[in-house]
């Protein structure tokens, strides 16, 4: 018997309420006057609009389709606005059906989900690094690029480990430790680079930062030394043998002469001259050099202009490529990072319990975790084995160490350890786990001494949000801005934009950093004065040098260092008055309509348009054989296709609402030669005049978008995985609070203290999990839900 959708309504609801949710809407009664009313028209009893037909069983099982639905309730841009409305009782109704009946989502009981064993990214890598080590080196900038996903590269299914990566690893870990620890203590020389630069008399022409031409006029260079003793001096130089004799070079030490040297003169030859300097005490000393037979036999026979030409040509020269002292031996200082690492060690009984006990501090910050006793024994054994090949302590210790900086629990964000394998069991993570987290998501690095004491006294969650306020006012919170906001704003993506040269002679390098660091010190600002999170789309002020604000018209602003200024009347506030957002969704030759309305949507509204239809031509193509008029004028005859107009519709007013900016973001009257038209129209129903109105509804009509957007994306950030569709509760209380109090310490406060960032579900195979439920549904006397296919990941 073929079933209609309505049928397994009963089915669906009688499972909702076994689960203890409580009776949701009625689909009869509820629910499905509201479709007829509002939806069948274009999507029902028959019609498929756009290919969707909300009255079919394959619909009913489809929570993507639903939760697409859910969306354009919730924003209004369905029903269309020149269709009945329903009240906003009715669209809560309807959304809360798709929520407890089609996602069966459980507000008593959410799904923390689960995140894939993450690995650490390139910049997670380096700054743990610095703070673990202490060594001033980054390695990760050597390793291939990270994949990104939902918008960022800290997501954990994307971050794959392949093979050439872990000999980077590998390298990296060898090369950091052997900075860090010094393993040989016998004196050596220090070595004295002289800079080629400072060397004075003789040419000038013919000299470069590598190479220093010498003539027959006395160089002199002063080299300071730093004890008595006895110098190595090491010079490199090149020669061209000019005439039947060599080149006789002079050199001298404070005065006395050290020998005279003939140079071969060979062609591309560098010849190596050694010295030894005995020096009666340090400070500054002078070394000279000189060409003592500047000038070869002249030619015979009467001279001529020729002649005279050839005679200046074989005066004698040679070049000197490098000029470098080595010291006496002296002890060598072990560097401080040594200091720190082996300071457990200290006044234990032997040996082998400072290596256990450094192991022990090393590895608790590297895991980011207690070691287990397995795991103390393992590395210990890796510490006696270089012992037995010869190693002495110091460099026995060192393997160690290099080990621990390749084992998959410092690589990998490790958060298995304590949670049972059973993905029904939904359980809060370890305090050093939360540590984790919260240090990665606000420093991109390790958790600092602070953190773990937390960690360790079990005190974290109680402290919480007293160690959120130290970390967002602590200086490395900056990482949130680079890498967080970095990404969501895109402003990573600026240093690829290279606007054409011919239309924008004023674009450069020092416009576009300066752009850039406009919108990180928006971001900045926000953080450490604790200003609402609409700052970023309605903030009156903003940061600009003298460059910058001469390009956006601002006048009194002068020099290099950025200040706080007001913001023009006619340009509008937080990031969409911004040239990095105004120059980054242009094309090279012109503005973009769609670009800047598709990063809105997309950033800052949370409503991402579908993708365009694979044969739908693109707009320069199509303009240069067919449309004509201003930018706008063409984009209204493209929307007059149909596969084109319903995308169009959403983006082209957005970015209309700008079009007085040109495509690096400088104001602008006219576009080909007419006024420039930015009135516009949202899907959703909103006229606006102008950028200034334009912005004025973001604000008030779509601030509940935004702050939901802002949401998700912080979210999705500090979680390291993708939304899913029992995200929804988590984001709705994160949303919601922000309306009340968008501050944005708030908005750290409410994702740090949601279910999913606390908690994690269960090990295990879940698909297993939910085919036993359905089985045990199966055999009680409750109808089971049809089969249903997985939630939609959320990337809005």
Known sequence: MKLSCFSLLPLLLATVCSRGLGAPPDFTTDVKPLLQDYCYKCHGNGKKKGGLALDAVATLQDQKTWGHVLENLRTGEMPPDDAKQPTVDEREKLMKWIDLVVFAVDPDNPDPGRVTLRRLNRVEYNNTIRDLVGVDFQPADDFPADDSGYGFDDIGDVLTLSPVLFERYLAAAEKVMSMAILNDHKPRPEKIEVDLMKIEGGPKNGSTPVSRKIDENESTVQVELPMPGEYNLKLVLESQKVGADPTKMDWKFDGQELRMVELSGRKDFKEVLKAVLRVDKPGPHTLALRVLNPSAEAAKGKPNDKD????????????????????????????????????????????????????????????????????????????????????????????????????????????????????????????????????????????????????????????????????????????????????????????????????????????????????????????????????????????????????????????EAFVKVQLPADRPGGILGQGSYLTLTSNPTRTSPVKRGKYVLENLLGTPPPPPPPEVPNLDDKARTELHGTLRQRMEQHRTDPVCASCHARMDPIGFGLEQFDGIGTRREQDEGAAIDSTGQLVSGEKFQGPAELEKILLTKKRPDFLRCISEKTLTYALGRGLEYYDRIAIEKIAGSLDKDPKFSNLILEVVNSVPFQMRRGEGDHRKFSEAKKTAAAESPTPALPPVAKGPTVNR
């Open 308 to 559: 005279k030409n050839k005679a200046k040509e074989t005066k004698r020269t040679f070049n000197v490529r490098q000029l470098v002292l080595f010291s006496p031996p002296q002890p060598v200082k072990a560097p401080e990072s040594q200091y720190r690492i082996f300071k457990p060690g200290a006044g234990q009984p032997n040996l082998e319990y400072a290596a256990r006990a450094i192991i022990q501090s090393f590895g608790k910050r590297a895991f980011r975790r207690p070691l287990g006793p397995n795991e103390v024994e393992r590395f210990v054994w890796i510490y006696k084995q270089a012992g037995i090949k010869g190693g002495n302590f110091e460099q026995s210790v060192q393997t160690a160490l290099t080990a621990i900086l390749v084992s998959p629990h410092f690589l990998f964000r490790d958060e298995l350890q304590a949670q049972p394998d059973n993905p029904q069991a939904a359980t809060p993570i370890t305090e050093w786990a939360l540590a984790a987290r919260l240090s990665y998501f606000l420093w991109s690095t390790m958790p600092d001494d602070a953190l773990f004491a937390e960690a360790e006294h079990g005190t974290l969650r109680k402290n919480l949000d007293a160690q959120v306020r130290r970390m967002l006012a602590d200086p490395k919170a900056a990482a949130l801005v680079e890498n967080f906001g970095g990404q969501w704003l895109q402003l990573r993506n600026l240093k690829l934009v290279q606007p054409d040269a011919k239309l924008f002679p004023e674009w450069d390098q020092g416009l576009a950093t300066a752009m850039e660091r406009e919108t990180e010190l928006l971001f900045e600002n926000i953080i450490h004065e604790d200003r609402p999170v609409l700052d970023f789309i309605g903030a009156d002020y903003t940061f600009v040098n003298e460059r910058l604000a001469k390009h956006y018209r601002i006048p009194g602003v002068e020099g």
